[in-house]
Every structure is written in C-alpha cells, then in structure tokens.
C-alpha cells in the first residue's frame, strides 16, 4: 500500500534547513528507503519564500499572495510516497525519518486508490 510521509519543520537555521538535522541526516535516510525498495517518489521542496499561495474567494476572484506566510508556524520541506504493506511499516519508516526529530514532524497518510 503507498502511503506519503508528509515533512514539517518546527524550527529552521538560518539557512533555511530545519534545524535538528543535518545534511548528512538526509542523505543516509534517503538511502535506506532506496535500498529497501520501497520509495514511490519524494522531493525537497525550495526555500519557502519561492512559495505562492492562491486562494479563490465565493465571487470567483483569486488572490494571490507570496511566502513566507506568517501565520504558519510549521514549514513544509518535503515529502516521499513509499510502498510498503501497512500502517505499522509506514509509521516505522516515518519514526526513522530525520524530519521526525526534536520540532519536526511526519503526516503519514494513505494514497488513495482509485481504481481499486
């Protein structure tokens, strides 16, 4: 079953990487969802003031408004779908993730599947 381990940063240096791991940290966990077999996909995402948020309002006008947002105490860094049997082997591959460390956080969610 393919769930997506959504990563969260409570805290971030100053240069913009969350601040309880490091490079290196990544790197090794990247590897061993590599070599396990089991990544669908995953991506870092760029510094949070590349982002833009659009919102559609009920009269059918679009705002749109540049990051870094305010009210967002968490930064989404990043992501991987991983294909694995269940919820306990997704929740472990989560609990290994460096994201998961000191302010940070995975969302484990599944992948719906449509076709099923």
Known sequence: MKYM?????GAIDETGNAAECTVEDWMAYDKEVEDAGIRVSSE???DLVTA???RV???GKRTV????FAESREVLGGFYVIDVPDLDAALDWAARCPGSRGSGSV????VADFGA
């Open 57 to 59: 309002g009920e009269d």
């Open 107 to 110: 969302v484990v969610r599944p």
């Open 65 to 68: 408004t540049d990051g870094p």
């Open 5 to 9: 381990l959504l990563i969260t940063a």
């Open 52 to 54: 833009t948020r659009v």
């Open 44 to 46: 870092s995402l760029a």
